[in-house]
């Protein structure tokens, strides 16, 4: 985006990144289907495009019955879906998520998950930070784990779950078995 011998600098309507934010990020002002047109405005769509475009989102994500509503009035998973929607709206290249199912319950947790899952095989690149091992390990490429600000371990999903050389690394998978099993 920036090269220093050339001194391009790209404004954010002209990147090709969206970004999943763990708390939705949504505008409270905004109904749903006007969060989702932001992006497609800020970058100069056409009306009768952005209409078309917003309409399939809401349709693709189950939220067109949401349209007219603000963030205040639906669920958890509801906005999350939302956000994706509006990220993926204006088809980003490179796509980061932070924690996209912090705050849910298990329910939309998987929902979310399936949505996200929905997204691996195509032409982009998404980057997840999350606790859920279990998604992590059937859809990452490439997994790091971090403890610390310090990288523990990176490589495939059958590498770092499989055989990780970390300490830091065994531990945590463990402690998240246990959770799982019930143990902790």
Known sequence: LYDSEKKIDLPPQKRK?????QGYALFPNMTIEENIKTGLRA?????DEIEQKTNDMMKRFHIEELAK?????ISGGQKQRTALARMLVCEPEVILMDEPTSALDPE???????VIRSLKGRDNTMVVVTHEMEFARSVADVVIYMADGVIEEFGTPEEVFGNPRSEKTRNFLQGAQNARDGLA
């Open 17 to 21: 990144i969206g970004y999943l934010f």
């Open 43 to 47: 970058k100069g769509f056409p009306k």
């Open 69 to 73: 509503r603000y963030p205040r009035q």
């Open 108 to 114: 939309l947790t998987g929902e979310v998950l399936k």
